[in-house]
């Protein structure tokens, strides 16, 4: 499976981006997928997980704020941002994997495919 993430741009503090990842390949609804950030100097972060049945895990600076989701008919999964903080700037990543156990979620060394990332910056 391929993914390419897209949907990053410039925003004001308090506006609202969603971020798409496309899969290619057939086993997409098979995978776990991921978002992960990763700002200027700082190590990647997990952001939110959605596993093959639909339940979603978020980071705690994001619960509330941000929704993941997937449309396993289309090959995609969505990021809702809302209530962009100057915080949330970073280059954003879509990670999947077939073989993700729940504990693992959170670790990017667990994701097998990674799409190119797409950058997100809120201006305060």
């Known amino acids: 499976v391929q993914l390419q993430a897209s949907g990053g741009g410039l925003v004001q503090a308090g506006g609202s981006l969603r971020l798409s990842c496309a899969a290619s390949?057939?086993?997409?609804?098979?995978?776990?997928v991921g978002w992960f950030r990763q700002a200027p100097e700082k190590e990647r972060e997990f952001v939110a997980a959605i596993s093959r049945s639909h339940s979603t895990y978020y980071a705690d600076p994001v619960k509330g704020r941000f929704t993941i989701s997937r449309d396993n008919a289309k090959n995609l999964v969505w990021l809702q941002m809302n209530n962009l903080r100057p915080e949330d700037t970073a280059v954003y990543y879509c990670?999947?994997?077939?073989?993700?156990?729940?504990?693992?979620?959170?670790?990017?060394?667990?994701?097998?495919?990674w799409g190119q990332g797409t950058q997100v910056t809120v201006s305060s």
């Open positions: 390949g057939r086993s997409f609804s098979r995978y776990v």
């Open positions: 990670a999947g994997g077939d073989t993700i156990i729940l504990s693992s979620y959170t670790s990017p060394s667990a994701y097998r495919n």
